[in-house]
């Protein structure tokens, strides 16, 4: 006969988006594009970046920033690029995470409209490059949902990474998420997938 004797136990919970909704947390959305090399250059029509027109960015950012702006409560985003030096910048040297507006104090673009012109302005001013690394992005927002908690603790975050390719950095992304998780932490993360 076997016995098991318990000393000690301990229950954690773990609030749930629901949960986060239901206590009426306001949602803020941070952004992050993927500029690697594998999307094809912006002057090719095969490019998931193609500049002749509509692409599969724009029209990702369109569909999902056109759902959240609804709930967004002031339509300001922060949004980032990945995986290419952005020269607009200044910038000789890729970069895992720098903001779409070239602003590093202040990433923030208004609407969704401002997304999509600030992208369409600064595509052509990065040089696309690699890997594709998620965990410097992940971790941002991490960073900015800290800082900004402080100021505002009643905000939830959703980080949507629009990403043609694969993690180059699964351990470090997996370690940020981890962390993101075991401390509560108010974000969610969604990664949409351009392309085939």
């Avoid at 300001?76 to 590093?104: D, Q, R, W």
């Amino acid at each position: 006969v076997a016995k098991l004797l318990v000393k000690r136990c301990e229950t954690e919970n773990i609030p749930s988006f629901t949960d986060y909704l239901k206590a009426d947390y306001k949602i803020s959305l941070i952004g992050a594009i993927d500029f690697t090399y594998s999307n094809g250059m912006p002057s090719n029509p095969t490019s998931l970046h193609y500049t002749g027109g509509h692409n599969q960015y724009i029209e990702a950012i369109r569909a999902v920033g056109d759902i959240l702006n609804s709930y967004d409560s002031d339509k300001k985003y922060p949004f980032y690029g990945f995986g290419g030096i952005p020269e607009f910048m200044g910038a000789t040297e890729v970069s895992h995470c720098f903001p779409l507006n070239g602003n590093p104090e202040n990433a923030e673009i208004v609407g969704v409209d401002g997304i999509l012109e600030t992208y369409n302005e600064n595509v052509r001013k990065v040089k696309f490059l690699g890997p594709t690394n998620f965990a410097p992005v992940i971790k941002q927002a991490k960073e900015q949902v800290i800082a900004h908690q402080k100021i505002d603790p009643k905000m939830y975050y959703i980080l949507l990474i629009l990403t043609d390719g694969e993690i180059h950095d699964m351990q470090e992304t997996i370690d940020q998420i981890a962390e993101i998780s075991k401390n509560n932490i108010p974000l969610s993360i969604i990664v949409i997938g351009v392309g085939d």
